[in-house]
């Protein structure tokens, strides 16, 4: 061989040493950039954890809040709110009767005929119509009578298509009236507003009787129709589920939002000394979201949200379990991901967009089974316009959905527990305790649920059960059933309207 062939031998080998060099240390990079990836998933499931030791933590956290909500005004994060609520709908009613539900941008009339017997709510025998109708821009920020005019106004139609809609009859009507904003309740028909939200600001309304405000606005349009019930959508989730069945003892929203209600014995509700109801009880509106403890797994995701919501360090537990917040909770993961490695090429913009990936898309991505994952990478194109998203970065974006998702259900779960362990329902003798669990017999006992996130997202539901079964244990479990409602905030009102005729 001559001295050029051997040149010529000896550059090709440099320059393939040189190629194989490059990419040996490409895939090192890339190796190491994954490597961020899992130790940023790494901390999520430990900054995540609800082993079941953890929940109990919780469990024991909520009834002593709960303890001490209603030992006094401002002695909790847990509001305990009296509803004044002591007569739960049994089944028995009889007669035609209203709800107006005013949840925000628009306001819902509903007429439900209930024939006795528990007779007229099941799918097949029911008689309620609804009518839905938009909240007109300008009265969210005028004034108290104009809005409840228009709200009046609305009813009086609704009204007038009965029978032959020829004229209204001269029978007075029982209407409950669902007002889901803050309200300081002074009896079952009155309550003070504290403060709009959900983009209404009517100045002259704060401070005031929402009821008697509507009561006038009903009395200006001609119409006999008397307010029986002020509650809010928790409220009217049990007074549902106790008409279904007389062992229902709590109710749940797990939703965009979540609260809880329940029915707490008169003599444990020591701000009030000295209140006496025909029952003996009384449903206290627990405003849950607010619940906090230090044995909550929170996150730097979680407390960062917190901090650029605004409503920072107010409404802990919302944040960890409600629709509002989980996709949102996804999305600064995949974020962090994003900017410590290349997973999915330079950082799109739109990953930076709060809440721009909802709930419902979070949980189209966690059960998708197809074997490439086309749905997650669906979802990522059209949300954050990321294409082309390697199959082993989709699989981590469901294990991050995963996390986030088994973290809400426990904790709810643990919420729930919580309450049966105030009422002395979880089977361990309440909150003091005292017996063991062989020594008691576990009453049957149902928590009305109502809500999308429990309703329609199946893993979500599937880990809260697991944990409850965890907590309680299995053989105390059985005895507690977590029945689905629909239109507590509806129909449930107007079965308080009939509870609380006149």
């Given amino acids: 061989m001559g001295r050029g062939a051997v040149g010529v031998a000896v550059t090709v080998a440099v320059a393939s040493c040189a190629v194989a060099a490059m990419l040996v240390g490409k895939r090192v990079r890339g190796r190491k950039k994954w490597r961020k990836v899992v130790n940023v998933l790494r901390e999520l499931e430990e900054g995540c954890d609800t082993r079941v030791e953890r929940l109990k933590q919780v469990v024991d956290a909520m009834a002593v809040e709960m303890h001490a909500g209603l030992a006094s005004e401002g002695g909790s994060k847990l509001k305990m709110l009296l509803t004044f609520v002591d007569n739960l709908p049994s089944g028995t009613e009889r007669g035609t009767y209203y709800a107006l539900h005013l949840g925000g941008t628009?306001?819902?009339?509903?007429?439900?005929?209930?024939?006795?017997?528990?007779?007229?709510?099941?799918?097949?025998?029911?008689?309620?119509?609804?009518?839905?109708?938009?909240?007109?821009?300008?009265?969210?920020?005028?004034?108290?009578?104009?809005?409840?005019?228009?709200?009046?106004?609305?009813?009086k139609e609704f009204i007038a298509k009965e029978g032959d809609g020829s004229e209204i009859s001269s029978d007075r009507r029982e209407l409950g009236f669902t007002f889901s904003f803050p309200v300081k309740q002074k009896s079952v028909s009155s309550g003070i507003l504290i403060k709009w939200t959900k983009g209404f600001s009517i100045v002259n309304m704060v401070g005031r009787d929402v009821a008697a405000c509507l009561q006038d606005a009903l009395k200006r349009k001609g119409l006999d129709v008397r307010v029986a019930a002020l509650v809010n959508d928790t409220v009217g989730t049990l007074a549902l589920g106790h008409y279904h069945d007389a062992d229902t003892v709590a109710a749940i929203i797990i939703g965009t939002g979540t609260n809880a209600c329940y029915l707490e014995r008169i003599d444990s509700i020591i701000k009030c000394q000295g209140l006496l109801t025909t029952s003996g009880r009384m449903v206290v509106n627990m405003e849950w979201g607010n619940f906090w403890s230090s044995h909550l797994p929170r996150t730097v995701y979680d407390i960062d949200l917190d901090a650029e919501s605004p409503n920072p360090n107010d409404q802990g537990f919302e944040k960890m379990i409600s629709g509002m917040y989980l996709g949102d909770i996804v999305r600064r993961v995949i974020l962090r991901m994003s900017l410590e490695s290349d997973m999915f090429g330079p950082i799109p913009p739109k990953l930076s967009d709060p809440f721009i990936l909802r709930t419902p898309l979070m949980a189209a991505m966690h059960d998708d089974d197809s074997p490439d994952l086309r749905e997650v990478a669906r979802i990522l194109k059209d949300i954050f316009e990321i294409p082309d998203v390697p199959l082993k970065a989709r699989k981590i974006v469901v294990k991050v959905c995963d996390v986030v998702t088994r973290r809400a259900g426990r904790l709810a779960a643990a919420g729930i527990v919580g309450i049966l362990k105030k009422i002395g329902r979880d089977g361990s003798g309440g909150i003091t305790g005292g017996r063991n669990r062989s020594d008691m017999k576990m009453k049957r006992t149902v928590v009305a649920i109502e809500g999308g996130l429990y309703s329609s997202y199946t893993l979500f539901r599937e880990y809260l059960h697991e944990a409850l079964e965890e907590i309680m244990g299995e053989d105390i479990a059985k005895h507690v059933i977590l029945r689905v409602t629909e239109d507590g905030s509806g129909i449930g009102t107007a079965l308080l309207a009939a509870s609380y005729s006149s």
């Fill in 106 to 155: 628009n306001f819902r009339v509903l007429r439900v005929r209930l024939g006795g017997q528990q007779s007229s709510i099941s799918d097949h025998e029911v008689e309620h119509e609804v009518e839905r109708q938009p909240i007109p821009q300008h009265l969210m920020t005028s004034t108290s009578e104009d809005l409840f005019d228009f709200i009046a106004s609305s009813l």
